[in-house]
């Protein structure tokens, strides 16, 4: 598979759904181009809502819709449709309604939009509510299984997508499992737990950690809430030393979660990466670099933190 963005896997898991189960519903913020909602709506007209620039007004449509038996995917970039927090809090979280959060334009990854576009306290705060799961899938492989996924799950979901194009990591017979985390590469020296947009240059660094003699596990951690605590734990209790990776805050992300886990059963040596402060607008790869999310970032981190 080449590479492809998750939000461009998304569209097109959609418009395969969609002709088998008139109940899934699209809505959008003036942003269906970006959402790769578009076909969707050109091909079921009668399905498709433009909201205009009216993000609260969408959740609250979407959960409208869901109680009635519609299964409505609420889409908008990550950082608008996560701003309307306290619509999600009480229209979607609180009455538990049936509605599917699509957060696309995740992470720093998004490049020269900059800051003021960028998702990067989604995660953060999504996972204070009760009842919404969080998934952020790593390929296009992956993204198709989850949306196939969401429409079959009874409640409410966020799933966060990029707008960058996604390497392919997941194996060809990959079948993807709520609440269950993927495990790539076996090692014995440190478990790196990615998710979305570095998975790819989670699996390099490894590559590049191999020739130091340090041995690498790496996990696919697609569903950040609820956690893989089974796996967590065996690969803790392997390895010894646990590094998170997110194109997210460091702050209440994956991160934040895996410590939390851990602290509660198996306190283990850990290192969150992450991004520290605010997002800026530059080219992807160079953002991935300064944040230390590229593979010989990655590689680096894992090196100090183990003092090798």
């Known amino acids: 598979m ?39 709506a050109k091909t079921y007209p009668g399905r498709a809502f433009n909201l205009g620039i009216a993000e609260s007004n969408m959740i609250g449509v979407g959960a409208g819709l869901a109680l009635t038996g519609r299964i409505p995917f609420t889409c908008s970039f990550a950082c608008f449709i996560v ?5 999600i809090r009480i229209s979607v979280a609180y009455t538990n309604a049936n509605v599917k959060l699509v957060g696309t334009h995740a992470g720093i990854a998004i490049g020269e939009d900059g800051y003021s576009q ?9 996972r204070a509510l009760p009842n919404i799961g ?6 296009e492989l992956e ?3 989850v949306i196939a ?3 079959e799950h009874q409640g409410p979901l966020y799933l966060r997508l990029t707008r960058q194009n996604l390497e392919p990591v997941c194996p060809p017979d990959y079948r993807f499992q709520y609440g269950r985390w993927l495990l790539l590469r076996r090692g014995h020296d440190v478990t790196l737990i990615g998710s979305g947009g570095p998975m790819f240059n989670c699996l390099e660094a490894a590559k590049l ?4 003699g340090i041995s690498a596990e790496v996990i696919n951690a697609a569903c950040i809430k609820p956690l893989d605590e089974e796996l967590l734990l065996q690969s ?6 646990i590094v998170t990776v997110e194109d997210h805050s460091v702050a209440g992300g994956l991160g934040g979660a895996v410590a939390e886990a851990l602290g509660d059963v198996l306190p283990t040596p850990l290192k969150r990466l992450g991004v520290q402060g605010f997002g800026e607008s530059g080219d992807a790869k160079a953002l991935y670099a300064k944040h230390g999310l590229d593979p010989a970032g990655i590689a680096a981190s894992v090196r100090k933190f183990l003092n090798r």
């Open 236 to 241: 803790a209790g392997r390895t010894g030393h």
């Open 2 to 40: 080449p590479a492809k963005a998750s939000r461009a896997a998304f569209g097109e898991a959609l418009l395969d759904l969609g002709a088998r189960d008139d109940r899934i519903v699209t809505l959008d913020a003036d942003l269906s181009k970006s959402t790769m909602t578009l076909k969707f």
């Open 209 to 212: 950690l191999e020739v130091d």
């Open 83 to 87: 701003g309307r927090f306290e619509t």
């Open 149 to 151: 996924f969401a429409v």
């Open 134 to 139: 969080i998934i952020q899938p790593a390929d």
């Open 143 to 145: 993204t198709k299984q």
């Open 118 to 126: 960028m998702g990067l306290e989604d995660v953060a705060c999504i």
